[in-house]
């Protein structure tokens, strides 16, 4: 593997500005478009021989921590609306704890970069007991969770270094929305929305491209938040993921205090931060959610917030309530991987922070890359 950091000054900025070739990796051999009968479909080889068991099954689990488990999460929606099962998050220390029930009709797909990680392990050995089928989608061949699970699939995103993960986030939900197109079935009504997302998903790369060119910006953003306390994200819907995740990366190595929020949970209490000094990232991309997202904005801006709006390319004017916001404008995708991209500026976001505050970019104080003790 490519362990060394090239033309980059950290690892964290390589596998962040590596993501259009690790994505590329993930869905070589995966992704099959035309031939004979001009079919576009998804082939998952570790998973073969289990997708009829799977597409049984009464439930689906996510379980995982941190980055993981914030990339299942930006995937929920698009397998339940294919595959019509529903899917339960899990963040595994906390369904060791509950001792949750789990029965034989589950499937549990176990979510881990390094596949190492002890609380997923536990959760998976607790599964295993309670006879569901256990599925592993790891970075890493022949870690414990891929050795333990039933089948799998690997994410192939190659060595990840930074205790941030970055490329392996993207490369997680990529695999989980092909993991939804093969359990999904291929019917004629859901046709047109499944070829739109393998389209998608070939068009990924290029777009995660584009979205790299936002580096400068980013680090400008980061220059204005230096001395920041505190940044919340507000999102919904497949970027409530973005939003949760983009705050992490910032709290993780930019240790500064960062909260990813629901935007529908807005009144129910964040409202009460809101002032002039708080900055507050708004998620609006365009989706169904879209149009609740403007009027986030516009309560949010009605409370003298501080806002800076992530939108649609073109959709600068539509979001900024009269030109009052900073607006970070990212190339469309398919709606459900339209995280791919949006988690892109955050990552940039938190690396520039990082690294102006002067602080440690690949070892975060008191983290770990692989967390193997409870
Ligand atoms: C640690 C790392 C995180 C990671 C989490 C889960 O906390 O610092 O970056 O997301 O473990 O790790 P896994 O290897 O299971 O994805």
Known sequence: EQINKGKYEHYMQKEI???????????????????????????????????????????????GCGTSYNAALAARSILEELSGIPVT??????????????????????????????????????????????????NTVGSAIARHTHCGVHINAGCEIGVASTKAYTSQIVVMAMLALAIGGDTLSNQA???????????????????????????????????EQSLLVFGRGYNYATALEGALKVKEVALMHSEGILAGEMKHGPLALVDENLPIVVIATRDACFSKQQSVIQQLHARKGRLIVMCTEGDAASVSVGGSCRVIEVPQVADCLQPVINVVPLQLLAYHL???????????RNLAKSVTTQ
């Open 354 to 364: 990082t690294v102006l505050r002067g602080y440690n970019v690949d070892q975060p």
């Open 193 to 227: 929305r499944r070829e739109a997302i393998i389209d998608g998903l070939f068009d990924l790369p290029s777009k995660v491209k584009e979205v790299l060119k936002l580096d400068e910006e980013m680090k400008d953003l980061a220059k204005l938040l230096i001395a």
């Open 89 to 138: 998050m899990e963040i595994a220390s906390d369904l060791v704890d509950r001792q949750g029930p789990i029965y034989r009709e589950d499937t549990a797909v176990f979510v881990s970069q390094s596949g190492e990680t002890a609380d997923t392990l536990l959760a998976l050995e607790y599964a295993l007991e309670n006879g569901a089928l256990c599925v592993g989608i790891t």
């Open 17 to 63: 500005h590596e993501q259009p070739e690790s994505l590329t990796t993930t869905m070589r051999g995966r992704l099959i478009r035309g031939g004979s009968c001009k079919a576009k479909t998804v082939l998952l080889g570790g998973l073969k021989d289990h997708l009829k068991t799977i597409r049984r099954s009464r439930r689906i689990l996510f379980i």
